[in-house]
């Protein structure tokens, strides 16, 4: 008893540290819990971001529609395509994906057609077939341009039989 005293009087402050640090560890589990449902949602916010893109459109952003004059060609690699400038000003996205057998083809500057390396398709820059064994244009890409920046729609490649305006985009 006397000795339950002599503790009391030695350590006066025992009980309130207890106190305390239950309360820090009720704070530090609290702060767990929130990074926890933090971390979770954000998990599932990107998966559905992920799907949405999936499922709908994906643009990607191809450079200032001034930068390219007319008859220009230029490789977009982020969409693994092709885009041209065509003589009437329109601009046209074009799948680099030989629509003979699937190889990738190229931009021929010199020769301004592109060429296909496996068994020698070429297309115009708009992607008209000029020479066989290929004999469907090359499939094309929506293009849209918002405040002089040019953005194409990388989500699906639209199969045509032939060149029309309509799959081109005007300033
Ligand atoms: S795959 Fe291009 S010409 Fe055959």
Redesign the pocket.
């Known amino acids: 008893m006397e000795q339950d005293q002599q503790l009391r009087q030695d350590y006066p402050e025992q009980p309130r540290r207890r106190t305390l640090l239950n309360r820090l560890w009720s704070l530090i589990g609290l702060l767990a819990f929130i990074e926890l449902g933090w971390l979770g949602s954000s998990i599932l916010k990107s998966r559905k971001t992920r799907n949405t893109q999936l499922q709908g459109t994906k643009w990607i952003e191809a450079g200032r529609a001034e930068a390219l004059i007319t008859g220009d060609v230029k490789a977009v690699p982020e969409g693994m395509l092709f885009l041209a400038r065509l003589e009437d000003g329109g601009f046209i996205a074009l799948s680099r994906t030989?629509t003979?057998?699937?190889?990738a083809?190229s931009w021929d500057k010199e020769q301004e057609k592109f060429v296909?390396p496996?068994?020698?398709?070429t297309f115009d820059r708009a992607g008209t077939v000029l020479s066989s064994?290929?004999i469907r244009p090359l499939d094309f890409y929506q293009v849209r341009i918002e405040n002089g920046h040019i953005r194409i729609d990388v989500s699906k490649a639209h199969r045509r039989e032939s060149f029309d305006p309509s799959q081109t985009t005007r300033v």
């Not at 496996?118 to 398709?121: E, Q, R």
């Open positions: 030989c003979h057998l699937g190889c083809i296909c496996c068994h020698g398709s064994p290929a």
